[in-house]
């Protein structure tokens, strides 16, 4: 089972966000948030566990002990388990990286920018001295696997702002990296305007993809670049259609057959909402989960595909993908090793996977 957390709470809430979580809460909510997932995690086996928000390092220090106990006595980790959590370099120090480390194998730090003109813009608020100091700890602790995320195609933002970016990601010594662009529907949530240059952003797409490969990160999804080995295996797991338990407020599970939605609401997730049942049908499931790998590198393959819950004919989703090479020439790769979109195909993702659900 992979097991993710939402853990909803943030310092302040940056203007550009779309995850759910609550700023400036006590720290009776937090104990009561906890309170409540000891209540409902369910003793299982897990093979990889993602602690997301919010802030997860948001929580005191006696906040993240009590939550590292609550895993440790309900969840059997598999030998090689991955166990992630989401930081935010203003929110770490020293005894906290050091509990972290006994604990969780990877940890994704928010950067979002190395600049702090660039993060002023996009209203997070991290000094210099708590990125540096957020960086050399989490060097020092020498974790399996970091993460640095990272944000791109900001209002006024050049080319060689970028460049720097991601040269500072690649050399940060961390063996996966995150770009996700900023969209002007968030841009406008931060006040901003601009209109989208799809050829702005292609060209710090491709810069993030050649920069980093430099530094021996490549590209294995669209926006998710790694040493080899250093892919993030829950998000692998769940885009492949692995099953996925969820926990907190606005956490998805997938059963095999249903996706749930728990409320995005703390008040009612902590007063035991039921969550929202997405009942599409089994073709269509299977749809959304063929369309979500292909933003992967590697694609898909039969012994892969047949690892899906009640997943259907390989030969027939094969035949399927053929058609659609004539209209998008150049976008698919379809040999004995499977079936995957080429760098161009994954450009044109969002249009493929329309017409594949
Ligand atoms: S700290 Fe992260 S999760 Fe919280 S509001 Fe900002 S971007 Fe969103």
């Known amino acids: 089972m992979n097991l993710y957390i939402h853990v909803p709470f943030c310092a302040v809430k940056c203007g550009y966000c779309a995850f759910y979580s609550e700023s400036g809460v006590s720290a009776g909510v937090v104990d009561a948030y ?54 935010n370099p203003e929110t770490l120090d020293e005894p906290k990286v050091a509990l972290l480390r006994e604990f969780f194998t990877r940890i994704s730090l928010g950067v979002q920018s190395f600049d702090p003109e660039l993060r002023r813009r996009i209203g997070r608020k991290c000094s210099e001295k708590a990125l540096h100091r957020a960086l050399q700890l989490i060097k020092e602790a020498q974790f399996p696997h970091w993460n640095c995320d990272l944000i791109y195609s900001l209002p006024d933002e050049t080319l060689d702002e970028w460049r720097k970016d991601l040269y500072r990601a690649g050399e940060s010594g961390c063996d996966h990296v995150s770009c996700y662009s900023l969209t002007p529907e968030r841009a406008a949530l931060l006040g901003e305007t601009f209109l989208a240059d799809d050829l ?79 009942h599409i049908t089994h073709e269509a499931r299977l749809n959304e989960i063929f369309a979500v790998n292909l933003r992967t590198v590697a694609g898909w393959n039969a012994p892969l595909w047949e690892k899906v819950p009640r997943a259907d ?45």
């Open 34 to 87: 906890l309170d409540k997932l000891e209540s409902v995690i369910q003793p299982e086996a897990v093979d990889t566990v993602y602690i997301g928000g919010g802030t997860p390092t948001l929580l005191a220090l006696p906040q993240l002990r009590r939550l590292i106990s609550i895993l440790e006595e309900r969840l059997s980790f598999a030998p090689d388990a991955e166990i992630s959590i989401e930081a």
């Open 200 to 278: 702005r952003e292609r060209i710090m797409y491709d810069e993030a993809g050649r920069i980093l490969a430099t530094c021996g990160i490549k590209r294995y999804e669209i926006s998710n670049y790694a040493v080899p080995g250093g892919e993030c295996r829950h998000n692998l797991n769940v885009w492949r259609g692995d099953l996925l338990r969820g926990y907190g407020p606005a956490a998805a599970d997938f059963d095999g057959i249903d996706r749930h939605i728990q409320a995005e609401n703390l008040t009612e997730w902590l007063n035991g909402a039921m969550p929202e049942t997405d």
């Open 313 to 357: 004919s390989w030969s027939e989703r094969v035949a399927r993908v053929s058609v659609m090479q004539e209209k998008y020439s150049g976008c698919w790769l379809i040999d004995e090793a499977g079936v995957r979109l080429s760098a161009e195909g994954l450009l044109f993702w969002n249009d493929i996977a329309a017409e594949l659900l």
